[in-house]
């Protein structure tokens, strides 16, 4: 796993510890030959496409998405789903562990004391096959799958076809109510259901436009598009997909840093980053041949910043270190191999022996290098 122990405190020091060993060769193979049949429909199975399918489109700039076939995980990992317990959830969403796929779990889905999640509704986290959640904070909006029973009519309606666990405005914090609320700061969520599914949203508009299906869905955006079938071409039962970092001199060493200092970083690591920008970064989860498989996806502004891109992807997965703790990326995960097609890079990794399922996922929240663009 990652080791937080040794960030440097010191900018004294030169980080050349993400040299590059010289120019690349990467393959340039279309994606379309590792695809399979991709499932079209959130109702009867998993892809990355139909999940996204299910999110109602909007404008925010930047978001986070995550969706994963939580009964297939758990299939795979050996543990049997359970309505008394949520050991077997522990299991699965539990960092340290030596499970195959990452479970990136909502959080009203994870056992919480502060307040009662879905259990009022009837139903929890044993009973959701699959699900796709989306934040663009404050706004929340999530789909789960699965047995799921009607919607108990105790909750209030507030338009056609929409209920909710509390009265009161969209997104309006009331923390007297915590212990009474799905949502963590006591702010409505509003329900809606379509044979097995749920919609929970943080606004009524969301919850009206999934249930009229009026207004486009985020898989209709070409980026979310690229991205979401590079993932299904390899089978991904789980994924994380959101902006990239911006690259820049703080990026690297922190908000702290002085201009001078923050213009010798970014010259220093300039090398690092593909020359052309990406506007959108995918993390996907799978299994072949009984091995754990990663894939890091990119989606570049055209065809040939992707070409140029991918040699220097290759690089830096193969050959780079973390900013966090100077650890060799390579000690994590080796890479298997780099494909492109069109304006997306797919980067398929195989973990390292040991290394949990969320390091994948540590590697882009901590806004290393592997995930920043121009």
């Not at 990452?102 to 307040?115: A, K, N």
Request: hydrophobic fraction near 40%; glycine fraction near 8%.
């Amino acid at each position: 796993m990652l080791d937080d122990s040794s960030r440097t405190t010191s900018r004294k020091h030169s980080r050349r510890f993400l040299a590059l060993a010289g120019v690349m060769t990467t393959a340039i193979l279309a994606l379309s030959g590792c695809a399979a049949s991709v499932e079209k429909d959130f109702n009867s199975g998993f892809s990355v496409t139909a999940a996204a399918s299910q999110v109602p489109a909007g404008d925010a700039e930047r978001y986070d998405f995550v969706a994963a076939d939580v009964a297939a995980i758990a299939e795979l990992a050996g543990v049997e789903r359970s309505d008394t317990s949520y050991d077997w959830l522990i299991k699965l969403t539990t960092p340290d562990n030596d499970q195959r796929a990452f479970v990136p779990l909502p959080d009203f889905l994870l056992p919480q004391s502060d307040g009662y999640s879905t259990d009022s509704l009837g139903w929890g986290a044993q009973n959701v096959d699959r699900f796709v959640s989306y934040s663009a904070l404050p706004v929340t909006f999530t789909v789960v799958a699965g047995d799921l029973p009607e919607l108990p009519n105790t909750l209030n309606e507030v338009s056609d076809g929409i209920v909710t666990d509390l009265d009161g405005e969209d997104l309006a914090v009331d923390l007297t109510r915590v212990g009474d609320a799905i949502d963590r700061m006591g702010r409505p969520t509003r329900l809606a259901q379509e044979g097995n599914l749920i919609a929970l949203s943080s606004k009524t508009d969301l919850a009206e436009s999934w249930i009229t299906g009026d207004g486009g869905t985020l898989a209709d955006d070409p980026a979310m598009k690229a991205i979401a079938e590079a993932l299904d071409a390899y089978g991904a039962l789980s994924a994380v997909i959101s902006q990239p970092a911006v690259f820049s001199g703080q990026t690297i060493l922190g908000p702290d840093a002085t201009p001078a200092e923050a213009e010798a970083a970014f010259t220093e690591f300039d090398a690092l980053v593909p020359p052309a920008p990406y506007d959108l970064v995918g993390l996907g989860w799978t299994v072949e041949d009984g091995s754990a498989r990663w894939i890091a996806t990119y989606h570049f502004l055209s065809e040939d910043g992707a070409k140029d891109g991918a040699q220097v992807l290759r690089a830096v997965w193969e050959q780079g270190a973390t900013l966090s703790s100077k650890q060799r990326i390579s000690t994590l995960a080796t890479v298997s191999d780099v494909f492109v097609k069109d304006s997306t890079v797919a980067v398929v990794l195989t973990p390292t022996e040991g290394t949990p399922t969320s390091v994948l996922y540590q590697l882009l929240t901590r806004r290393e290098l592997l995930f920043a663009s121009r």
